[in-house]
Structure formats: structure tokens, C-alpha cells
């Protein structure tokens, strides 16, 4: 019954994901055609599906991030088994390139914790979304353990630069991981 809530859970936020992350503005601002930005957001979704479908890997603690059939694992593991089989099931979902992770041991820190996740993040996305010389909606922030994680394509070299500079000037930032890649289409 509790596995069943939380399909019923995930398959809610990722309705309402789709939905946001959907919006005829974001879809219009992404590098990616929209045929890719639906292949992509379906990969991840698969991904998803999977961990939720599997006993080892805890579908809150790594997210998949997918950029033309690259997916990008972010978040928190409890072991090396729950580690390596979430590798494994994106490598082995369809239209997946390659796959990129982001990991770190799940540990219970009093330093830094829900609450502060959370607020780093909205003011990194606050910031980015400030800057008038970043399309923040083509930026994709994850934080873990205080930790920014930045995604996405970006039109130039210099928005990959300012969304860094953005990202470590946030209170409590311990440090920053940038995957963001410069389109071969700027805007």
C-alpha cells in the first residue's frame, strides 16, 4: 500500500514537473527542439518510473536530469548497491547516450539540512533569474547537502560563467558543479 502512495506521489509531481517545466515559454526558450525536450523529459521519466519500480534504489535521493539523451543522476545514496543500480537503470533506458553522475553519501548533517537546501536554492534561482543576461529558464538547480548543482544548455560561455559566479555568491554554498553546455544554437 505504501509503495502504491508513492507511485501515486511521484506520478503527481512529475505530472505537475511536466507541467511547469512544460510551459509554451520554457519550451519556447529551450535550446533543444521541442521533439527533443519531449524525448528528453520522457527518458527521465522512464528513469524515474524504474527507480520507483525498484526495492534498491530510493526514488527521493537521485534524480535524473536529461539533455539530448544525456542523463545526468544528482542526489544522495545510502549505498554502493543503491549507487551502482541506479547507474545501471538509466544506462539501460532507451534513447539514453550517457549518463553523468553527481553523488554523495547520504549523512545526516545538522549544518545543513532540508531547510537549508532549500533556501540556497531559491536564491540561486532568484539570482539567475535577476540577470538579465541569463535565460534562467534553460538553467536546471539541484542542491545537495549545500552542494549547487547546475544544468542545462546555455547560449554562451558567458552565461555558464555568470550562472557559476551567481551560484557560489549564496550564503552557505559549500560549492558548485557546473554541467551547463554552451548550445550549438545560442538564442
Known amino acids: 500500500m505504501a509503495k502504491l ?13 511536466t507541467a511547469g517545466c512544460g510551459t509554451i515559454y520554457k519550451a519556447a526558450m529551450d535550446e533543444r527542439s521541442l521533439g527533443q525536450q519531449t524525448a528528453d523529459a520522457s527518458i527521465s521519466a522512464s528513469i524515474m518510473k524504474a527507480y520507483l519500480d525498484d526495492d ?14 544525456n542523463v545526468f543522476l544528482v542526489g544522495e545514496y545510502e549505498n554502493s ?4 543500480k541506479a547507474v545501471s537503470i538509466a544506462q ?20 545543513c ?14 539570482d539567475l533569474i535577476g540577470d538579465s543576461d541569463i535565460w534562467s529558464t534553460n538553467v536546471e538547480v539541484k542542491v545537495v547537502q549545500c552542494r549547487v548543482v547546475l544544468l542545462g544548455l546555455v ?3 558567458d552565461e555558464v560563467s555568470k550562472s557559476i559566479a551567481h551560484a557560489e555568491a549564496v550564503d552557505g554554498v559549500r ?13
Open 175 to 187: 560549492s558548485v558543479k557546473s554541467y551547463l553546455r554552451v548550445s550549438k544554437n545560442p538564442h
Open 155 to 157: 547560449g554562451s560561455s
Open 113 to 126: 539540512g532540508t531547510s537549508d537546501n532549500l533556501g540556497i536554492l531559491a536564491n540561486v534561482k532568484k
Open 56 to 69: 534498491d534504489v530510493s526514488v527521493l535521493g537521485i534524480e535524473p536530469y536529461t539533455f539530448s539523451g
Open 81 to 84: 548497491t543503491q549507487r551502482n
Open 5 to 17: 502512495i508513492i507511485q501515486i506521489l511521484l506520478i503527481s509531481i512529475m505530472t505537475v514537473m
Open 92 to 111: 539501460n533506458v532507451e534513447g539514453v547516450t550517457d549518463v553523468t553522475t553527481y553523488f554523495l553519501p547520504k549523512k545526516d548533517d545538522p549544518s
